[in-house]
């Protein structure tokens, strides 16, 4: 089947600009994750969607980040203002509720770069 | 103390060799242990779990040490194909922890 779709695949704004990022998670996937990947780093956990609860956004690194989800589908990510640091490679995850070990399967990311 | 520590690498080995790698994690309440790969610019793909009585795919042999809170990737007989980032991941809960990952460059 389909597997997590991302748009855009790569982004190029300037600084101040807002910018949204698009993940499509796996038909029945009721978890969905944000990473953030600089270059040459590893991958820092953003936030946390579960179905219908409240996400656990811990790992969000400012206000001017924000993330929405509608239901189990799409969710989108928010970043106001953007900043040349907030330039790398954002992954989006799903994992299903069946898999008690909750595998996560990653889309291809968003390239951001922040002019 | 980082959660999730791996060796950053590069190992440098010949087609053919056997490799392992190891990582530590400090959550001794963690509960799935897992092994993704990670190619250049790629997203990452999961490589194999990791479970309590180790576990082998082909070439590939994880195990995990829950009293030393470690897991390892053996990898025998390596392919040039096998050149890649991996990436130890560590799951106390529903949020996985990512290792900085080990880089892997078998050479012709």
């Known amino acids: 089947g389909a597997g997590v779709s991302q748009s855009p695949s790569n982004k190029v704004t300037e600084k101040g600009k807002d910018v949204e990022l698009r993940c499509d998670p796996i038909?029945?996937?009721?978890?969905l994750y944000w990473y953030r990947q600089r270059l040459g780093q590893g991958l820092e956990f953003l936030i946390y969607?579960?179905?219908?609860?409240?996400?656990?956004k811990s790992g969000l690194p400012s206000d001017r980040f924000s993330a929405e989800r509608t239901g189990e589908s799409v969710s989108t990510l928010t970043i106001q203002r953007t900043q040349q640091e907030d330039s790398a490679v954002y992954l989006c995850?799903?994992?299903?509720?069946?898999?008690?070990?909750?595998?996560?399967?990653f889309g291809p990311g968003t390239r951001l770069l922040v002019l | 103390r980082k959660e999730v520590e791996q060796d950053p690498g590069p190992f440098n080995v010949p087609e053919g060799a056997t490799v392992a790698f190891n990582c530590t994690y400090s959550?001794?309440?963690?509960?799935?242990f897992f092994w993704y790969r990670q190619d250049c610019r790629k997203e990452p793909k999961l490589l194999m779990s990791?479970?309590?009585s180790g576990n082998e795919d082909g070439r590939f042999t994880a195990q995990l040490n829950r009293a030393s809170q470690y897991i390892s990737l053996l990898i025998r007989d390596s392919k040039l194909s096998d050149s890649a980032t991996y990436l130890c991941?560590?799951?106390?809960?529903?949020?996985?922890?990512f290792g900085t990952g080990t880089r892997l460059k078998v050479l012709a």
């Open positions: 995850a799903s994992s299903s509720p069946a898999d008690r070990r909750e595998t996560q399967y």
């Open positions: 038909s029945g996937h009721t978890a």
């Open positions: 969607f579960q179905g219908n609860s409240a996400p656990d």
């Open positions: 959550n001794s309440a963690s509960q799935s």
């Open positions: 990791v479970y309590s």
């Open positions: 991941v560590v799951n106390p809960a529903y949020k996985y922890i």
